[in-house]
């Protein structure tokens, strides 16, 4: 049985495993971050992320579009018997990756402090000098990983992936760790710190060539004729343009929102570089949570575009109809729960990963970006489907005029002295939320079978907000009763008289409180979604042994 025999590789199988392997990613990611935000102080932390900004702009010009173009014309020639297609595909797409990420790499690795003077960061040219391996390792990477989901075989990617956040984790850490003890500097320590995603990189670059060589040996032989080169590098550059420029227009918002917000704060506001990287850091120490729920995603986008794009190329339009709605329903289901409880527990979280930042400022950032995070998730979901249907030029131009709005209203905002740094966290609402509607839009308007909104939203909005009320009652009620604890702790003396007690209660409490609310608030959304029947017997027919698990739960 081939590799992409359906029966072994249904739609929500890859999506499993990816899944899967971004929460291990997730996990790991918080394992680093979260001690990397008490290792560096909010400036150090701004370092880190401002390099990584320019980092993220280079690799999705590099490599934006070309992992989806190559998944989509590897699962279409696979649709159909091609495999001699599939290999002069995938040669031509390596060969365009590898030039892309020498020239990428060249930029960072020879004009680090040039990059940084642009960001109005100038301490981060450390962290650039020692991302600019990864930039060039994470070309071919992409490729085997674009190679392997036109295959719909997800496992290289997730181990791949894990390998990168392992890398990240232990030597990231361990270095700023000892560039820190050393008195180095913060911004040394920050580059420490990112120097574990080039490592990642090159491993995981590695990991899936010894996959890729494991794979072509049991490919069968192929008689088709491939098409001639200049042919297929038309299509991939048709393909993968439009969607780099999509992308690439969310990198670079980015990097310009990071100049204008460092440059607004010194400017406008009148502080200090110094001060202007500590408001910075809080900013994006909130963003790093904001992020989370948009990761889950990855698995829905990775998946939606070669299975949708292989169901059209065989006139499949049912199964490619209901594919798209599936997503859209699985989106709901994941991300506004995700972001209402980012809104709810903003605060708390912070307090709890944080402590040492302005934790009344990065928790009003926090609990705002999270009505932004379920915009960020329908965004990225609404664009695989549209360009799965070969609309690749329409997501481009929702994000420009989404961007554009981000920019406009963040400079304005962010230069007000009664704003400040919050503005940053407004104009990402007022940006991914504009894009999301405009995207919803087009798809219930151009894609006639696919799911009504109001059996998208109706179910998951009732149930998320009814977890959200459960989850800041639950953390309200037992943030009082430890603060109540600490009083009679603090007015009985009965533990230690110097206080110490008294802290490592508090922090056990904020703890606790928040982990509690998470905890029935997962409860409450999930009798809510089975009780309400938000998610079909047909939706739960596409993940592996879901028939099995509808029967369990009763679903219809």
């Known amino acids: 049985m081939s590799a992409s025999t359906p029966k072994k590789n249904s739609f929500f199988g890859g999506a499993a495993i990816l899944t899967a392997s971004v929460i291990v990613v997730k996990l790991i990611g918080a394992l680093y971050k979260i001690p990397l935000g008490g290792i560096l102080s909010d400036a150090g932390f701004a370092d880190f992320n401002t390099a990584y900004n320019i980092y993220s702009l280079l690799i999705i010009i590099s490599t934006g579009g070309l992992p989806v173009a190559l998944s989509k014309m590897v699962s279409e020639a696979n649709a159909v018997g091609r495999g001699n297609q599939v290999k002069k595909v995938f040669s031509l797409a390596l060969a365009t990756f590898c030039v892309l990420g020498t020239v990428s790499f060249c930029i960072m690795a020879f004009f680090p402090h040039q990059l940084a003077d642009l960001m109005r960061d100038s301490h981060a040219a450390y962290s650039i000098l020692a991302l600019a391996p990864a930039v060039f390792f994470i070309c071919p990477l992409s490729a085997f990983r674009g190679y392997f989901q036109g295959h719909t075989l997800m496992t290289p990617t997730a181990v791949s992936q894990v390998i990168e956040a392992l890398c990240k984790l232990v030597i990231g850490l361990a270095l700023a760790s000892l560039f820190m003890k050393r008195e180095l500097g913060e911004s040394v320590a920050a580059a420490g710190a990112i120097l574990g995603v080039s490592v990642g990189c090159m491993l995981g670059a590695l990991y899936v060539y010894l996959c890729y060589r494991g794979h072509v040996r049991t490919l069968p032989e192929s008689g088709d004729e491939p098409e001639a080169s200049r042919d297929i590098l038309f299509t991939l550059a048709r393909l993968a343009i439009p969607i780099t420029l999509s992308s690439s227009v969310i990198a670079l918002t980015n990097i310009l929102d990071t100049s204008i917000m460092l440059g607004r704060l010194q400017d406008a506001l009148k502080l200090t570089e110094d001060a202007a990287r500590d408001m910075k850091g809080m900013y994006d120490k909130a963003l790093t949570l904001y992020n989370l729920p948009a990761s889950f995603m990855v698995p829905l986008t990775a998946s939606v575009i070669p299975h949708v794009s292989a169901a059209l190329k065989v006139k499949r339009r049912r199964q490619a109809a209901q594919i798209s709605e599936t997503t859209l329903r699985t989106t709901a289901l994941l991300a506004i729960p995700a972001g209402v409880g980012l809104f709810v527990l903003g605060e708390p979280i912070i307090r709890l990963l944080y402590p040492s930042t302005d934790v009344v400022?990065?928790?009003?950032?926090?609990?705002?970006?999270?009505?932004?995070?379920?915009?960020?998730?329908?965004?990225?979901?609404?664009?695989?489907?549209?360009?799965?249907?070969?609309?690749?030029?329409?997501?481009?131009?929702?994000?420009?005029?989404?961007?554009?709005?981000?920019?406009?209203?963040?400079?304005?905002?962010?230069?007000?002295?009664?704003?400040?740094?919050?503005?940053?966290?407004?104009?990402?609402?007022?940006?991914?939320?504009?894009?999301?509607?405009?995207?919803?839009?087009?798809?219930?308007?151009?894609?006639?079978?696919?799911?009504?909104?109001?059996?998208?939203?109706?179910?998951?909005?009732?149930?998320?907000?009814?977890?959200?009320?459960?989850?800041?009652?639950?953390?309200?009620?037992?943030?009082?009763?430890?603060?109540?604890?600490?009083?009679?702790?603090?007015?009985?003396?009965?533990?230690?008289?110097?206080?110490?007690?008294?802290?490592?209660?508090?922090?056990?409490?904020?703890?606790?409180?928040?982990?509690?609310?998470?905890?029935?608030?997962?409860?409450?959304?999930?009798?809510?979604?089975?009780?309400?029947?938000?998610?079909?017997?047909?939706?739960?027919?596409?993940?592996?042994?879901?028939?099995?698990?509808?029967?369990?739960?009763?679903?219809?």
């Not at 705002?368 to 995070?373: K, P, Q, R, T």
């Not at 079978?449 to 953390?475: D, E, H, I, Q, T």
């Not at 110490?500 to 809510?528: D, H, P």
């Open 361 to 556: 400022l990065a928790g009003w950032m926090l609990s705002v970006l999270g009505i932004a995070s379920v915009s960020v998730c329908f965004m990225l979901v609404s664009n695989s489907i549209l360009q799965a249907h070969q609309m690749v030029a329409l997501p481009m131009a929702t994000t420009v005029i989404g961007c554009a709005l981000k920019l406009a209203v963040g400079y304005v905002l962010i230069g007000n002295e009664n704003v400040g740094i919050k503005g940053g966290a407004i104009s990402t609402v007022a940006c991914f939320g504009l894009i999301a509607l405009l995207d919803m839009f087009i798809i219930k308007r151009t894609l006639p079978r696919s799911l009504s909104m109001a059996r998208v939203f109706v179910k998951p909005v009732g149930a998320a907000a009814a977890m959200g009320l459960s989850a800041w009652a639950v953390n309200g009620l037992m943030t009082k009763a430890f603060m109540a604890l600490n009083i009679f702790v603090t007015e009985t003396q009965e533990l230690l008289p110097d206080g110490a007690a008294v802290v490592e209660l508090s922090r056990t409490g904020a703890a606790l409180s928040v982990f509690g609310a998470i905890g029935v608030a997962v409860v409450v959304y999930l009798v809510l979604i089975i009780f309400t029947r938000a998610i079909s017997k047909d939706d739960l027919a596409l993940i592996p042994k879901g028939e099995k698990l509808a029967r369990i739960l009763r679903v219809e």
